[in-house]
């Protein structure tokens, strides 16, 4: 099980952290994404961390601004969120997987409910 926290209103320019814990499982087994959801829009991959979190992916929209990370003694991973823009606006998911499905939103098992994240200029 994901539980996902961590979002709210905030003003362009500044900064949210976002968690997701996990329970029910060997956190440490599954590779963690987190993806986005604008109404009307289809789920969009934002990052993904690897399980020993060695290394992590991000879209383009977010590189230099977001950073994933992770801690495995606290079941959780994180998603800091750096120099908001309105854009960012959207519904947070995390999301987890045994093989890392990285940008491949279909390739997780896993889901949260969300965190709604909304940035005003």
């Known amino acids: 099980q994901l539980q996902a926290s961590g979002g709210g209103s905030v003003q362009a320019g500044e900064s949210l952290r976002l968690s997701c814990a996990a329970s029910?499982?060997?956190?440490?087994?599954?590779?963690m994404g987190w993806f986005l959801q604008r109404p009307g829009k289809e789920r969009e991959f934002v990052a993904a961390?690897?399980?020993?979190?060695?290394?992590?992916d991000y879209t383009d929209s977010v590189k230099g601004r977001f950073t994933i990370s992770r801690d495995n003694a606290k079941n959780t991973v994180y998603l800091l969120l750096n120099s908001l823009k309105t854009e960012d606006t959207a519904v947070y998911y995390c999301?987890?997987?045994?093989?890392?499905?990285?940008?491949?939103?279909?390739?997780?098992?896993?889901w949260g409910q969300g965190t709604q994240v909304t940035v005003s200029s």
């Open positions: 029910g499982g060997t956190f440490n087994h599954y590779n």
């Open positions: 999301a987890a997987d045994t093989r890392y499905s990285g940008t491949n939103s279909q390739g997780y098992e896993y």
């Open positions: 961390i690897r399980w020993s979190g060695g290394s992590a």
